[in-house]
Structure formats: structure tokens, C-alpha cells
């Protein structure tokens, strides 16, 4: 039981650049969500999704996309990086029962120059 | 548009020294209120309220909710290095299965 795993770790790109975070759980969770960390601002929330097929938007959900296939996966895509995505991204999943609480991925760290 | 602001930003105590951080919101119908602490990765669930005045409490560490005056606190006391972290409250509101997070207090202990 690998619980959420993220990938890459680390990650740099230069601006224009395209990429895709992966977000993969075996938990069996319906809810699955992206969230960036900035120094001093804490986690604010990218995109969500509470089931395959479906997706919504966070706080900052400009320049990026998303995309629910299955209930495992939940990539983050990134079309044309630009330097304020410099961040670190945590992806967190939790299931739709009476408990709110989220488990975190270990975070991917991107720069992008 | 649901808020919350956590204070201290940064706070430097000594250890064995006791603490409090604090954790104000606005939330339309609330649901529940979450802290984790975070050090080098990612964050880990420390504690969920969704009652006034009822106190949750793991080893040294404990946390309150006033839902009357919208705020939390979570104590912990002979603190030790390894309490060292970014500390982070969230709140939910009913029928939102999103968390809003506050900017977090970093608490360093020195020995």
C-alpha cells in the first residue's frame, strides 16, 4: 500500500516549457486535489476532483489543467510553464465517507527558469 | 469567500518551553477545522474539531475549537526540537469538499 506517490521529485524547466505532474493513489479515494506552497502563503488549492470524470477549479487554477480518467490518477498539467510556477506542488486525496482528512503526497519540487 | 489566518507567522521559543498557535476563520457553514505539521515534506494530520470547547489532545500536543468566536488554538507544552515545523490549520464548510488552509506558523524550537 503505497498510499499517494508523486512524480518527478524535482523538476526544472525553462519558461514555454510543458510538462505533466503525475498524482497516483491506491486508497480508493474519491477526492483527489492539487495544491502549490509559496513561501508565507501556505497551500492554496489548484484544481480538485471528486470522481473520475470530474474536475473543478481551486484558487489559482490559471495555467494549469487537469484531467480525471480513473479514480488512481490525477495529473497536473502545466501547457506553457512560466516563471511564477516556480513552487512546490503537493498532490492530497481523501475519501468522500464522514472523514475530512486529506493525505499528502511527498511534493514535487519545479523551477522554472 | 471562505479565510484563514493563522498567527504567529514565525515564532522561536526555547525548548521545554510551552506554546500556543492560533487559528481564526470565516467560513460560511462550517463544517470542520484541521491542523497538520509540516517539516521538510509533506504535511501530516495532527488533529480535526468540529465541536466547541471540546478538547482533542495527542501526547504533548492539543487543540480547542470556539465556534462562537471562530477560532482555534493548539497548545503544546515541554516542547521539544522535533516540534520544529510548519504548522497549518484548514477549514471546511458543509456541502464543500475542499479545504481552505491558512499561511501556516513556522515554530522553531532552540535547545
Known amino acids: 500500500n503505497a498510499g499517494v506517490t508523486q512524480t518527478p521529485k524535482f523538476q526544472v524547466l525553462k519558461t514555454g516549457q510543458s510538462m505533466t505532474l503525475q498524482c497516483a493513489q491506491d486508497?480508493?479515494?474519491?477526492?483527489m486535489s492539487w495544491y502549490r506552497q509559496d513561501p508565507g502563503m501556505g497551500l492554496r488549492l489548484i484544481h480538485y476532483?471528486?470522481?473520475?470524470?470530474?474536475?473543478d477549479q481551486g484558487e489559482v487554477p490559471n495555467g494549469y489543467n487537469v484531467s480525471r480518467s480513473t479514480t488512481e490518477d490525477f495529473p497536473l498539467r502545466l501547457l506553457s510553464a512560466a516563471p511564477s510556477q516556480t513552487s512546490v506542488y503537493f498532490c492530497?486525496?481523501?475519501?468522500?465517507?464522514?472523514?475530512?482528512?486529506?493525505?499528502f503526497g511527498p511534493g514535487t519540487r519545479l523551477t522554472v527558469l | 469567500e471562505d479565510k484563514v489566518v493563522q498567527s504567529p507567522l514565525s515564532l522561536v521559543v526555547h525548548e521545554g518551553d510551552t506554546v500556543t498557535l492560533n487559528c481564526s476563520y470565516e467560513?460560511?457553514?462550517?463544517?470542520?477545522l484541521l491542523w497538520y505539521k509540516q517539516e521538510k515534506k509533506a504535511p501530516t494530520f495532527l488533529f480535526m474539531l468540529?465541536?466547541?470547547?471540546i478538547e482533542k489532545k495527542s501526547g504533548r500536543l492539543s487543540s480547542i475549537l470556539d465556534k462562537k468566536e471562530l477560532f482555534s488554538i493548539l497548545n503544546i507544552t515541554a516542547t521539544q526540537t522535533g516540534d520544529s515545523a510548519v504548522y497549518l490549520c484548514?477549514?471546511?464548510?458543509?456541502?464543500?469538499?475542499?479545504?481552505?488552509f491558512g499561511q501556516g506558523t513556522r515554530l522553531t524550537i532552540n535547545p
Open positions: 468540529t465541536s466547541s470547547g
Open positions: 486508497m480508493n479515494h474519491e477526492y
Open positions: 492530497a486525496t481523501r475519501g468522500l465517507g464522514a472523514t475530512d482528512t486529506q493525505y
Open positions: 484548514a477549514v471546511r464548510r458543509q456541502g464543500a469538499q475542499k479545504l481552505v
Open positions: 476532483s471528486v470522481g473520475a470524470g470530474i474536475t
Open positions: 467560513v460560511t457553514n462550517f463544517r470542520s
